[in-house]
């Protein structure tokens, strides 16, 4: 099993550190065509007021026409906007100006000075427009400024990368949390299991010494007891195999799936009178179905679910079904028990290491079985049904 987080986890985060930078990049791109355009759409309303006022002063009533580029085109505006006067581009009392925060009750020197700062400032973000009058007499020009929405606009981009950022290091710290989580789980299980999976051998090694003692007199007997032991001890030593086999490429064979399943239960049956239960094991469906196995590893699949269905009985009497049947070309079995079935909100948990709601069981037994018929096997296991009367487990393997 692999325990590390290894290069997958590298580039999970770089695939979050790519995105947040695409994120940044691509609403900074946007935003800036955006301001392009709202800059465009304003210097196309200052260049309409100075033409404005270019006719207004080719004709001799202009009363009505300053009237109407007052209304029409200054009021509306919502950008700072100056128009000062003659060649020397002059700041003049009375000079014509709007959306500037001009301090009107200090002396004129102080307003001047305020107002040919803003216009240096406007100059450095717009070209100012130049009034003229009969196509050479200059009246002025027209310096104007970016609006609240553009500032807002021009701001927004540090404020999505500013975000951006939090998201990485948020991501980063919620991904290394949850690795260190999932590590731990990891150990908890691989030590729950590992316990799990030795409990039931050795507690028939101790009923069996028990019935040595009881029985050393009668021959018959105890070479029935040390075949027990032997099959105890051979149990131990699959485990043992089990375990170094997680991690590496294990070897599939054609085997009969209906065999793998009954030797499994055999070596139940002779066990379950220790845990005090009476569960009915059985297999239904079709016995001639063979799949590509490895028969160590899918053998520890079914003693899991075997194990966490006896979990799942509360009662003193109960039932565990295999149902074996081909669909699409491939081996079904189905696992049916008579437990107290499962959450539904909890049913993708109990593939997850170290989830456990039992004093024993669903450490890390599900979480292997999970891995050995997906990733090893290229098959599925998942909860096809569970309610109050039981749960149904699914198996698909290929034949």
Known sequence: MKMSGGPSSIYIKLILLFLALLIALGTLFYTNNLVNKLQEKDKQIVELYAKGLEYVVNVEDN???????????????????????????????GIEYRNLDVDTSVPWEEQKAFIEKQIVEM??????????????????????????LIRQL?????????????????????????????????????????????????????????????????????LDIADEIYNDLDRLNKITHRFSKIGSKPELKSENIYEEIQKIIYYFQKRLPQIGKNVVLTIEGNREICANLNSELFDWVIENLIKNALDAIETKKGSIVFSISEKNKNAEIEVRDSGKGIDIKRRK???RPGYST??????????LSKRIIEDYHEGKIFVKNSSQEGTTFKIILKK
């Open 349 to 351: 948990d109990i593939f």
């Open 358 to 367: 039992k004093r024993r069981g669903w450490g890390l037994g599900l979480t």
């Open 154 to 222: 021009r701001n927004y981009p540090l404020f999505q990368i500013i975000i951006a950022s939090l998201f990485i290091i948020i991501g980063y710290i919620s991904f290394s949390y949850i690795k260190r989580t999932e590590q731990s789980n990891i150990w908890v299980g691989l030590t729950k299991e590992t316990a799990h999976q030795l409990g039931t051998p050795l507690s028939s090694l101790f009923g069996w010494s028990e019935m040595l003692k009881m029985n050393y007199n009668n021959p018959d007997k105890v």
């Open 123 to 148: 100059d450095r973000i717009n070209r100012p427009i130049t009034v003229v009058y009969k196509d050479s007499v200059i009246l002025g020009k027209i310096h104007y400024g970016d609006s609240a």
């Open 63 to 93: 009363t009505s026409n300053l009237t109407f580029i007052f209304e029409n085109i200054i009021k509306p505006i919502d950008f700072p906007i100056v128009k000062t006067q003659g060649e020397k581009d002059e700041v003049v009392k």
